[in-house]
């Protein structure tokens, strides 16, 4: 079946402009995860979705940052007035159930220029 | 909150060898212990996990320990091949949180 997908795959953006990237979970996970990876680091987590519960968002490094999940399915990850500093990779998980393996996407590499 | 501590952060051998990776937690709280393998361009993929109610699970060629007195876990791999190459995460999730805190990660290259 499908896998978790995430678009777009690359996004390159001058400072100062807003992005908005995609997640498709794969279909039935209730979980959804945000995280982001700068070179060399490890997952910074970002944000996380459980249901209908309101998110976890207290990895959100600043209030240009927010996401919301529609239906319980796609989520959309927002940064406002990028920053060049906001360059990295952000990688989008799904889990069926919380505490159960994340399924990962292949992640949007972004540039802030 | 948990801090993951993973070493070491690049590790080389020889195509057959084992490869072992080590890492530590502070959260006595926590009890699942997941390990990811990254491959170039791609998202972290589960290889094995193991929770707290267990020391020790193998999977073929790979094997993961936990000592819970020592807040530490390790990944074993043993007959490396080529394919082994990849960057590994461990992360440990605290109970009650389904959060997990990652390590920095480990550069594994398997010389043919």
């Known amino acids: 079946g499908a896998g978790v997908s995430q678009s777009p795959s690359n996004k390159v953006t001058e400072k100062g402009k807003d992005v908005e990237l995609r997640c498709d979970p794969i279909?039935?996970?209730?979980?959804l995860y945000w995280y982001r990876q700068s070179l060399g680091q490890g997952l910074e987590f970002l944000i996380y979705?459980?249901?209908?519960?309101?998110?976890?968002k207290s990895g959100l490094p600043s209030d240009r940052f927010s996401a919301e999940r529609t239906g319980g399915s796609v989520s959309t990850l927002t940064i406002q007035r990028t920053q060049q500093e906001d360059s990295a990779v952000y990688l989008c998980?799904?889990?069926?159930?919380?505490?159960?393996?994340?399924?990962f996407g292949p992640g949007t590499r972004l540039t802030v220029l | 909150g948990e801090n993951v501590e993973q070493h070491p952060s690049t590790l080389s051998v020889q195509e057959g060898d084992s490869a072992v990776i080590k890492c530590t937690y502070s959260?006595?709280?926590?009890?699942?212990f997941p390990w990811y393998k990254q491959e170039l361009g791609k998202g972290p993929q589960l290889i094995i996990d193991?929770?707290?109610?267990?020391g020790e699970k193998k999977d073929q060629r790979i094997a993961v320990t936990l000592n819970k007195t020592a807040k530490h876990f390790s990944l074993h791999i043993t007959e490396t091949q080529p394919e082994d190459s990849a960057v590994y995460f461990c992360?440990?999730?605290?109970?009650?949180?389904?959060?997990?805190?990652f390590g920095r990660g480990t550069s594994l290259i398997v010389h043919p």
């Open positions: 998980a799904s889990s069926f159930l919380s505490y159960n393996e994340q399924f």
């Open positions: 193991i929770r707290s109610n267990v």
């Open positions: 959260d006595s709280a926590s009890n699942y």
């Open positions: 979705f459980q249901g209908n519960s309101a998110p976890d």
């Open positions: 992360a440990a999730v605290s109970g009650g949180s389904y959060i997990p805190t």
């Open positions: 279909s039935g996970h209730t979980a």
